[in-house]
């Protein structure tokens, strides 16, 4: 449930997903005999994988594993793994590698969604870009030379504008529209 919350969050911010949707189940039976899902990605458990392999094999390139840890003995080297037990920042991370190394690989670029583009003034950017790096207020006014309550000021903003006070999300927003780079965070 804690990964289907995370999938959730960052969802809309990746331009060709707005509207997705995320099912959760408790058995493979239970998956199977939904005969209304429409999977884009599988995130799946990589005891799951591992058990029921002929299914997961030929759609290797959308299913994403998730581990506890290094990944089970089992799991065929093409997969692309999570471990779960890392950090939300550390896992978002991770899910976003993975979707620009998807898009690289197909000679796509990503793009940023339309409605969100630019919703931020350029000070609000900049502030998101130190936010997402880890800067705490009183940093963040020391490097762009405003006020503390300045940063608070624009922090608001932003969370109001984006609709979240996430840091997954304000994480997600960032990198999705070039903001930061995947190598700042």
Do not use: W
């Not at 449930?1 to 058995?27: C, H, K, L, Q, W």
């Not at 624009?154 to 780079?181: C, D, F, P, Q």
């Amino acid at each position: 449930m804690a990964m289907r919350a995370i999938i959730t969050d960052i969802a809309p911010f990746i331009g060709a997903f707005r509207s997705v949707e995320t099912a959760t189940y408790n058995s493979m039976e239970e998956f199977l005999a939904d005969e209304q899902c429409c999977a884009i990605h599988y995130f799946v458990a990589a005891e799951v994988l591992v058990r029921n392999l002929p299914f997961f094999a030929p759609q290797y390139r959308r299913c994403i594993v998730l581990t506890e840890g290094a990944a089970p003995v089992g799991v065929p080297a093409e997969f692309r793994t999570v471990d779960i037990l890392r950090p939300e920042r550390e896992m978002l991370k991770a899910f976003l590698t993975i979707q620009g190394s998807a898009h690289a690989a197909h000679g796509m670029r990503p793009q940023p969604a339309p409605d969100y583009a630019e919703l931020l003034s350029q000070r609000e950017k900049d502030v998101l870009a130190l936010i997402v790096k880890g800067y705490i207020n009183k940093e963040i006014a020391d490097r762009l030379n405003i006020s503390t309550a300045t940063v608070i000021f624009h922090r608001r903003n932003i969370t109001e504008k984006l609709g979240t006070k996430s840091i997954g999300r304000l994480t997600v927003y960032a990198v999705m529209n070039g903001i930061v780079g995947m190598h700042e965070l």
